[in-house]
């Protein structure tokens, strides 16, 4: 049974870039999306975006100039960097696995507070 | 961008009625790239249906999805205690993807 853990910082500065891992266990990252997918504090869902395991890669265009997505297969993780940070970054950030661009394996997410 | 609005915002049920949500797309979902999923509170959403109508792994068959091109409904026919969360729609057709805004299934 695959499972994903995101990892960061909680707190992070307005004007500062935001930077997130994914560990994979007990699955490969081969052959899958890996999207990022974040939940403000009471409120909906939103795609960031997702790295193929070939690398390439589709943002949300709300999101795309600040946004990089990322693997590093030989430590079977998927990278989040978003740059330029406000108080509307403050969420909680999930990444899950996906085949085509379902999100069905989800990490439990971790909540990122911007802040000064 | 395809906009998915989902109704009604909150529901109100007691254990054991019928839930009907819906999903209603801006524009056509292509081959019902429509999924549901579950949230509750402090946890990650949990997917329940995909494909509109195809249930994931161990997910009980009293969830269950229906519709094509706008207009999707997800029912649960006999509400369970553990039901009672939160469910977004989501389409993954088109890019960029996108989520509903939610529909809050509370006990009455």
């Known amino acids: 049974q695959v499972q994903l853990q995101e990892s960061g910082p909680g707190l992070v500065k307005p004007s500062e870039t935001l930077s997130l891992t994914c560990t994979v266990s007990?699955?490969?990252?081969?052959?899958?999306?890996w999207n990022w997918i974040r939940q403000p504090p009471g409120k909906g869902l939103e795609w960031i975006g997702y790295v193929y395991s070939s690398g390439s890669t589709n943002y949300n265009p709300s999101l795309k100039s600040r946004v990089t997505i990322s693997l590093d297969t030989s430590k079977n993780l998927s990278s989040l960097k978003l740059s330029s940070v406000t108080s509307t970054d403050t969420a909680v950030y999930y990444c899950?696995?996906?085949?085509?661009?379902?999100?069905?394996?989800w990490g439990q997410g971790t909540l990122v507070t911007v802040s000064s | 961008e395809i906009v998915l609005t989902q109704s009604p915002g909150t529901l109100s049920l007691s254990p054991g009625e019928r839930a009907t949500l819906s999903c209603r797309a801006s524009q056509s979902v292509s081959s019902s790239y429509l999924a549901w999923y579950q949230q509750k509170p402090g946890q990650a959403p949990r997917l329940l249906i995909y494909g509109a109508s195809t249930r994931a792994t161990g997910i009980p068959d009293r969830f269950s999805g229906s519709g094509s091109g706008t207009d999707f409904t997800l029912t649960i026919s006999r509400l369970e205690p553990e039901d009672f969360a939160v469910y977004y729609c989501q389409q993954y057709c088109c890019s960029p993807i996108t989520f509903g805004g939610g529909t809050k299934v509370e006990i009455k």
């Open positions: 007990g699955g490969s990252i081969s052959s899958y999306y």
């Open positions: 899950a696995r996906g085949t085509g661009w379902l999100a069905q394996n």
